[in-house]
Structure formats: structure tokens, C-alpha cells
């Protein structure tokens, strides 16, 4: 149980954060195509009910406003959270790269000098993390689910299967 490890497993919450983020990103995105939608079914059905009292004119000009208003809003959404993604991608990146920096770091200060505490900190620090990734995947799955229901299951949600930690069962002694 290396600093190594508590490495991978900080790349793995990373990881999973990043794409808990991406998630919700995407639910915000279908939310707001699905509020699009709505608003223009009510806005065809309104119109429609009042189209004998409208001119001509008027109803085809409504219509057509309408649509350029809806079509603003879906491109603004579009480059927003397109923005979003890139921004969180870049966030992880970093962070990640952050995290392999530290850790080799972390073995070549141990070998120079021979001082063994920063092993001793992350062995003391492994169960923790190991609950925190377990805990992270877990939020990232949920957010998962929860954006695809948001989408109606229009949308790839972002899940990354790792490999994750053996744990070993405790050895047991056959009774005779």
C-alpha cells in the first residue's frame, strides 16, 4: 500500500468527480431542451386557440419570433455547457497530472533521503481514500441515472469502469 496506490485511487475520485460534473452538465442541458420543447407546444396550442382572433400576419410573425427566440436559447445552452465540459475535462486533467506529480515526487524525496513518512501517511491515509472512491462512484452512477431519466435517455452519460482495488479475504483455517 504505496503512495503509488493512494495516487491511483486520487486519480480514480478525481476521475469520477469530473465526471459526476459532466453529468449534471448534461441534465442541465437536456432540462433546459426539454423546458424548449415545452414552451413551444404551449406557445403552438395558444396559438392555435387564438389564431381566429389574430390577423394573419400577426400569427405567422409570432410564430416565426418564436422560433428565433427558441433557437438562441438552444445555441446559448449548446455553447455554454459544451464550455462547461471542456472546462471540467481540462479541470480533471490538471488535477490528475497534479496528483502522478506528487506521488513521484513523494518516492524520490523517500529514496534521497530515506525518511519513510510520507509511505507511513499514505498507508495511514489508504482506507480513507478508498471509502471516498467507493463513496465518489457511487455519486457518479446516481448522477449518471438521474441525467439519462432527465434526458429520457437521449443523452451518453459519462461512466468510467476502473479497476478497482482486490480486497483480500481473510484467510481461514479448515476445521478438521
Not at 53 to 82: E, F, P, R
Not at 138 to 165: D, H
Request: aromatic share 4%.
Amino acid at each position: 500500500m504505496s503512495a503509488k496506490k493512494l495516487s491511483t485511487i486520487a486519480g480514480n475520485v478525481i476521475e469520477s468527480y469530473g465526471n459526476t460534473a459532466k453529468n449534471v452538465i448534461q441534465a442541465y442541458q437536456a432540462g433546459g431542451e426539454r423546458a424548449v420543447d415545452l414552451l413551444q407546444k404551449n406557445w403552438n396550442r395558444a396559438l392555435r386557440e387564438s389564431r381566429s382572433q389574430l390577423a394573419a400576419g400577426v400569427a405567422s410573425n409570432a410564430t416565426a419570433a418564436q422560433q428565433v427566440v427558441c433557437s438562441y436559447y438552444i445555441k446559448g445552452l449548446t455553447l455554454s455547457t459544451n464550455g462547461a465540459e471542456q472546462a471540467v475535462s481540462q479541470i480533471v486533467k490538471l488535477a490528475g497530472t497534479g496528483v502522478e506529480r506528487v506521488a513521484a515526487n513523494a518516492s524520490r524525496f523517500e529514496e534521497k533521503t530515506g525518511v519513510t513518512a510520507l509511505h507511513t501517511l499514505a498507508q495511514a491515509s489508504l482506507p480513507g481514500a478508498l471509502a471516498l472512491s467507493t463513496l465518489a462512484t457511487k455519486i457518479e452512477q446516481k448522477s449518471a441515472a438521474l441525467a439519462s431519466r432527465i434526458a429520457g435517455g437521449k443523452v451518453e452519460v459519462a461512466v468510467v469502469k476502473r479497476a478497482t482495488p482486490v480486497k483480500r479475504k481473510p484467510r481461514t483455517t479448515k476445521a478438521v
